[in-house]
């Protein structure tokens, strides 16, 4: 029997049905249905790693690594597989299946040590989203090259979920309008509903790479203060205030949102920041933002949520983009930011727009892909590649979402003190 035929009888239980995609081995033998998406293994140790690991991570580490491969759209096989898990209903994986699997690895010869992680999986030390790690696990993901995040983003570098108004699906075809444009309608979205004015002090916590600093401060007047505690955005971000003859609208620091100590902001905005803090540091985080602010002044925080297992994003994201980050329900959130003192003013979901965002990303990688590979190494294209495809898959089955949430800071002298109220009651 050959190789895909061996994997596909030890499989079947596994998957409870039939192989949803077609198997092509190292031996040249395939197996499943001709009209499937095509996965290749080109090596036994893609099975020893999906042994190994978790078989999200172990995949996804032979994906990396090139010992998996997939013949056609990365995202439409990824989409077939995880309907196939959805509409069987596996939720478990039963131990007799994996002792199955791992009997037909070791006559196919693919038993041994646990392969060595890819090079570009975090290697984290130390506490949890202690300030020493976090910025391990910033530097992990933002550090990697400015080069490689202007190859991938529009000219803006924002890199959050962008707000499309034309061109998107359901919509007459726009070729005026993409992903730049998205990005800056989204920029306008947060300064309006922040109500940013010429003189309005702004704080950016998380400021990135200075697409919202930048564009507060050209197109809306605003003075502002952004804080990152990435040094290659900082950086980044020092050029272009430069260039633009901004040094006295905005300035940027190397700094910690816990290391904050500035007050009376007009306004507060911090895009896709809050999932990096942590669990037990996101109380901590919200107050921080609301020390910031001014009373009475607004607060957006934009930021992602999930329901269910895995808070990080699953153990592929966890464990090569986004090391410590914790999602939780929308709901979940509110309540931690009113827990701090805040008033929720409104909550905009902008779920189908992270499909159409990171699809954008994703086509701008593809036809870039051998400036990404000079840039970060195939295996890191390879990881980008994987990440964006799952990215968009995850929103589209909204298992990820995205929200703006508005929030104001209430003006103290309106607010009746204890006291008072007591002496009210008695």
Request: glycine share 10%; charged share 25%; net charge positive.
């Amino acid at each position: 029997m050959t190789v895909a035929h061996r994997l596909e009888a030890a499989l079947l239980p596994l998957l409870r049905g039939p192989l949803p995609v077609r198997l092509d081995a190292w031996d040249g033998s395939t197996a499943g249905p001709a009209d499937a998406p095509r996965v290749v293994l080109g090596s036994a140790r893609a099975v020893r790693r999906i042994l190994w690991r978790s078989a999200e991570l172990g995949a996804a580490q032979a994906y990396v690594t090139g010992e998996i491969d997939v013949d056609g759209d990365l995202g439409q096989t990824l989409g077939t597989a995880w309907r196939t898990v959805a509409e069987r209903g596996i939720t478990r994986v039963r131990a007799r299946d994996v002792v199955r699997l791992a009997v037909t690895a070791a006559r196919l010869g693919a038993l041994g040590a646990p392969p060595p992680a890819p090079d570009t999986q975090a290697r984290m030390r130390g506490r949890r989203n202690e300030r020493t790690r976090d910025r391990a696990a910033i530097a992990h993901h933002y550090d990697a090259s400015n080069a490689f995040y202007a190859l991938l983003l529009d000219p803006a570098m924002a890199y959050s979920c962008a707000y499309f108004t034309r061109g998107v699906p359901g919509a007459p075809a726009d070729p005026a309008y993409g992903l730049a444009e998205a990005q800056r309608d989204k920029l306008d979205l947060v300064c309006r509903k922040l109500g940013l004015a010429p003189g309005a002090r702004l704080l950016d916590v998380g400021c990135g790479w200075g697409s919202l600093s930048l564009h507060a401060a050209e197109h809306y007047g605003a003075q502002v203060e952004a804080i990152t505690i990435s040094a290659a955005q900082q950086e980044f971000v020092r050029a272009r205030i430069a260039e633009r003859g901004l040094d006295r609208r905005v300035r940027v620091r190397l700094r910690d949102y816990r290391e904050l100590t500035d007050t009376g902001f007009d306004a507060v905005a911090s895009l896709e920041m809050g999932e990096h803090v942590g669990e037990r540091n996101y109380p901590r985080y919200a107050r921080a933002l609301f020390d910031a602010a001014a009373p009475g002044a607004p607060v957006l925080v934009q930021q992602m949520s999930r329901r269910g297992a895995h808070p990080g994003g699953g153990p592929f994201i966890e464990a090569f983009i986004a090391p410590d980050m914790a999602m939780r329900p929308v709901g979940q959130t509110l309540n931690l930011l009113e827990q701090a003192g805040f008033e929720v003013r409104d909550v905009q979901a902008l779920r189908e727009h992270y499909v159409w965002t990171a699809q954008a990303w994703s086509r701008r990688l593809e036809q870039r892909w051998d400036d990404a590979v000079a840039m970060i190494g195939v295996q890191g294209a390879r990881t980008w590649r994987l990440y964006l495809a799952g990215g968009a898959l995850a929103f589209e089955q909204g298992r990820m979402g995205v929200d703006q949430i508005l929030l104001r800071r209430p003006d103290t002298a309106l607010v009746r003190p204890k006291t008072a109220a007591r002496e009210l009651v008695s």
